[in-house]
Nanobody, 121 residues
Framework: QVQLVESGGGLVQAGGSLRLSCAASGNIHSVGNMRWYRQAPGKQRELVAR???????NYADSVEGRFTISRDNAKNTVFLQMNSLKPEDTAVYYCNAVIIERFTTRLLVPWGQGTQVTVSS
């Protein structure tokens, strides 16, 4: 079994920073793309950032230049450094990852449980 566990959310004032973490654990052979999504109340879940296993990255236009995604391959962990936060960044943030399960070689795409980020004006 493979799971993702997020941490690092919280309440911050506009202009502040937060750093989210998401650790994959379980029977892992390898981890490919890792992504952060967010979902605000009444809105669809949207892709925030993606990082490949070679470190290449993509960002949503709304966070480009403010957020930075990174990963620690040795720890199967992805991070999201969020700077210059705005009230419109308020949402539940979820991570997911493409994982090849050890022994079975099944391809899994689990989701984390989500972590709340609230930015006050």
């Amino acid at each position: 079994q493979v799971q993702l566990v997020e941490s690092g959310g919280g309440l911050v004032q506009a202009g502040g920073s937060l750093r989210l973490s998401c650790a994959a654990s379980g029977n892992i052979h390898s981890v490919g793309n890792m992504r952060w999504y967010r979902q605000a109340p009444g809105k669809q879940r949207e892709l925030v950032a993606r990082i490949g296993d070679n470190g290449d990255t993509n960002y949503a236009d709304s966070v480009e230049g403010r957020f930075t995604i990174s990963r620690d391959n040795a720890k199967n962990t992805v991070f999201l450094q969020m700077n210059s936060l705005k009230p419109e960044d308020t949402a539940v943030y979820y991570c997911n990852a493409v994982i090849i399960e050890r022994f079975t070689t099944r391809l899994l795409v689990p989701w984390g449980q989500g972590t709340q980020v609230t930015v006050s004006s």
